[in-house]
């Protein structure tokens, strides 16, 4: 009785651990290796024109839902299918959207001189 106890109080622990875990890990590895090397030059140059502006968010928009997907991975099985489908409409809702997303990325900041 005890050994069994104790058997299930690991294995909820291990279970608790690996939720805990969003990121497989691969792609963990892939990001540390990434970060040693510092910001990629890239993030600091401006899209040239609309064309690789636009290339650059279908990019951006795929990672996010490549990342949505890992996270709906991670949930428990009842909730993966829904979980999935929410993804999939934000990627598709994004795409659809695409001009407007990119303007509004692209648009100056906004200065409140009135200092409020």
């Known amino acids: 009785m005890q050994q069994m106890l104790i058997a299930s109080l690991l294995a909820a622990g291990l ?3 690996a939720a805990a875990q969003t990121t497989p890990p691969d792609t963990a590895k892939h990001q540390r ?3 040693a090397r510092g910001d990629p030059a890239r993030w600091y140059r401006e899209d040239r ?3 690789a502006q636009l290339a650059t968010l279908r990019k951006e ?3 996010a839902l490549n990342e949505a997907r890992a996270d709906c991975r991670q949930q428990p099985i009842a ?3 829904d979980c999935l489908a929410a993804a999939r409409q934000t990627y598709r809702d994004d795409m659809a959207n695409l001009a407007q997303l990119n303007a509004d990325a692209h648009q ?3 200065i409140d001189v009135t200092g409020e």
């Open 15 to 17: 279970c608790g651990s």
């Open 33 to 35: 290796q990434e970060l």
């Open 49 to 51: 024109g609309s064309k």
């Open 61 to 63: 928009i795929g990672a």
């Open 79 to 81: 909730e993966r299918k």
């Open 108 to 110: 100056p900041p906004k």
